[in-house]
């Protein structure tokens, strides 16, 4: 079963950027689309963003616009590429199988937005 370790988080001022980074243990060619996820604290978590293996991506309208995701299988990576942060942004980022069945929900990133 593959597990997922994320890193890239930090403090960042609104308007600034990250690069979350998500290291798979084990191959991700067969995983249709991967996907990031994000948890405020008390919140639910929240879907962020989708990426295929054809590379069509799909994103929350709360981020849409400014950040990408990208995956590079050869690697075992899945990216997110945040710009324009916002303190609403702030949360625990999480990559697993977009859709199920869900791998093990590692400790993610914290990413957290703030002046």
């Known amino acids: 079963q593959v597990q997922f370790v994320e890193s890239g988080g930090g403090l960042v001022q609104p308007g600034g950027s990250l690069r979350l980074s998500c290291a798979a243990s084990?191959?991700?060619?067969?995983?249709?689309?991967m996907a990031w996820y994000r948890q405020a604290p008390g919140k639910q978590r929240d879907w962020v963003a989708s990426?295929?293996?054809?590379?069509?991506?799909v994103y929350a309208d709360s981020v849409k616009g400014r950040v990408t995701i990208s995956r590079d299988n050869a690697k075992r990576m899945v990216y997110l590429q945040m710009n324009s942060l916002k303190p609403d942004d702030t949360a625990v980022y999480h990559c697993?199988?977009?859709?199920?069945?869900?791998?093990?929900w590692g400790q993610g990133t914290q990413v957290t937005v703030s002046s």
């Open positions: 697993n199988i977009a859709s199920g069945p869900f791998a093990p």
């Open positions: 084990r191959s991700i060619d067969s995983i249709y689309a």
């Open positions: 990426i295929t293996n054809g590379g069509s991506a």
